[in-house]
């Protein structure tokens, strides 16, 4: 099946993988992605990390009804929490060359 360097070498990879994906989840941290709601009136700034950097809000929906802003900010948050994964799902991809079924905290080696 496999010889010892072969396996070695497969070992060698595996920890390779490992070292970049958690570079990645590191880096994903900082990537800032934003979601908006009500055709830009409320907008939400977070990391890939899903912390949230900012909120921001046009002066006319702070005179509308409270129920509608909080709505609005529901779905602000929402939609960046989405395309954080969004992002998140794309580099990490990118790294993964698209194998299905690898969980984020994947230890390799096995």
Do not use: I, W, Y
Request: proline fraction near 4%.
């Amino acid at each position: 099946m496999f010889n010892k360097g072969q396996l070695a070498g497969l070992m060698k990879q595996a920890q390779a993988m490992q070292d970049n994906l958690k570079k990645a989840q590191e880096e994903l941290k900082t990537v800032e992605v934003k979601g908006e709601a009500g055709a830009g009136m409320v907008k939400v700034t977070m990391t890939c990390g899903h912390e949230v950097r900012r909120v921001e809000l046009d002066p006319s929906v702070m005179s509308d009804d409270k129920d509608m802003l909080e709505d609005l900010l529901v779905v602000a948050f929402n939609a960046a929490a989405q395309e954080a994964e969004r992002v998140s799902q794309e580099r990490m991809g990118k790294l993964t060359g698209g194998m299905p079924g690898l969980p984020g905290g994947l230890k390799l080696p096995f």
